[in-house]
């Protein structure tokens, strides 16, 4: 193939914000798609093949729209660009519209929204379903996105509170009797939850409608026995939950509420043996309307980059763990079947 030359300017104000520092970014693209990148006061000059040249070109032009809507462009934002241009079915012009949806803003002021296309489809899955379960590794934002959606709902008064649940089990550790009173005793185990509570809603905001009543934190237990109306129900770590707790669980909902139910199938710390209640949920209640599925991965990953990798290990990992283990069941398979045929 020919070898091209393509000139893109950048203004001076977004030129630091999209090469990155020290070329950080334009580094990462060249040795995506093997193409030189030369910047010049401004103007970059990308040199490659036709095609590599055109998809670079495409990522850049993309980071320089995520940064003129005041966006700081972060490595994630890198990645999942050049990601999206490996893409047949997707484009990488689809990371501008994802960023308009704007779900809240933080204590601080700083904008909550969306940053992959798994993720869109989980925010418009919530907003369609009266149920939906986000299923995906950590760092993909299934809890945090669904606390912004049940915040921004409340305080546009579309329902009257918020009530926020997870089993209350020990991630693979024996912690013992803790000290305290009721609520210092299930704090720890809710800690994810509020710490995204503090972060979007503020925490004396959280103080102060909690002690009203409309904003409830407790373990999925106590949720026995209730009818949950005009409220939106987040259950987080449903993969920790029995087939028995999440048909409790569902059983509750009410008029008016809204159910965001998140979890990751990997990260399952119940008893050896025992059913998880989401991968229950998942057989039973596939072909049910009006309530939603949507599955997340690692390309969804918007911690560190490094958490990214993490994840695809894991994932690899547990390919070829499970290759194995059907090897090995064909092969137990065949020994039965000849000694069978021998007799």
């Known amino acids: 193939m020919a070898t091209i030359e393509a000139i893109m300017d950048i203004p001076v104000e977004h030129e630091r914000n ?3 520092q020290l070329d950080s970014n334009i580094k990462k693209i060249e040795r995506a798609f093997n193409t030189t990148i030369i910047d010049r006061d401004g103007v970059l000059k990308i040199i490659g093949e036709t095609t590599d040249t055109e998809k670079a070109r495409d990522v850049l032009v993309n980071l320089l729209q995520l940064s003129k809507r005041g966006n700081i462009i972060t490595e994630q934002n890198v990645d999942y660009a050049i990601s999206l241009s490996f893409s047949e079915k997707q484009s990488g012009h689809q990371m501008v519209e994802i960023d308009k949806d704007i779900l809240a803003r933080t204590a601080l002021g700083k904008p909550v929204k969306p940053k992959t296309l798994g993720q869109k489809e989980y925010v418009d899955a919530i907003r369609d379903n009266m149920i939906t379960f986000g299923i995906g590794p950590a760092g ?3 809890t945090y996105l669904g606390m912004a959606m049940a915040i921004t709902a409340f305080r546009q008064q579309e329902v009257q509170r918020i009530i926020l649940t997870r089993p209350a089990i020990e991630a693979g550790e024996k912690l013992g009797f803790l000290p305290g009173d009721l609520q210092s005793k299930v704090d720890p185990y809710m800690r994810p939850v ?5 972060s979007i809603m503020g925490a004396e905001q959280y103080q102060s409608n909690a002690e009203k009543g ?5 373990p999925l237990a106590y949720m026995r026995g209730r009818t949950l109306d005009n409220a939106y129900i987040i259950l987080d770590e449903a993969q920790n939950t029995t087939p028995a707790q999440m048909k409790m669980f569902l059983t509750r909902i009410g008029f008016g509420s809204k159910v965001i139910i998140t979890g990751d199938l990997t990260q399952k710390d119940l008893e ?3 059913k998880s209640g989401l991968e229950d949920a998942l057989r039973v209640l596939k072909n049910v309307e009006g309530i939603s599925f949507v599955q997340l991965t690692s390309a969804d990953v918007v911690r560190h ?5 993490i994840v695809n290990a894991y994932e690899k990992d547990e390919e070829k763990r499970m290759k194995k283990r059907q090897a090995a069941g064909l092969k137990e398979h065949g020994r039965k079947y000849g000694d069978e045929n021998h007799k």
């Open 272 to 274: 050896d043996g025992k």
């Open 194 to 198: 509020y710490d995204a509570l503090y």
């Open 140 to 142: 993909t934002g299934k």
């Open 305 to 309: 980059p490094l958490v990214q990798r």
């Open 18 to 20: 999209v090469i990155g």
């Open 214 to 218: 409309l904003i409830e934190v407790a």
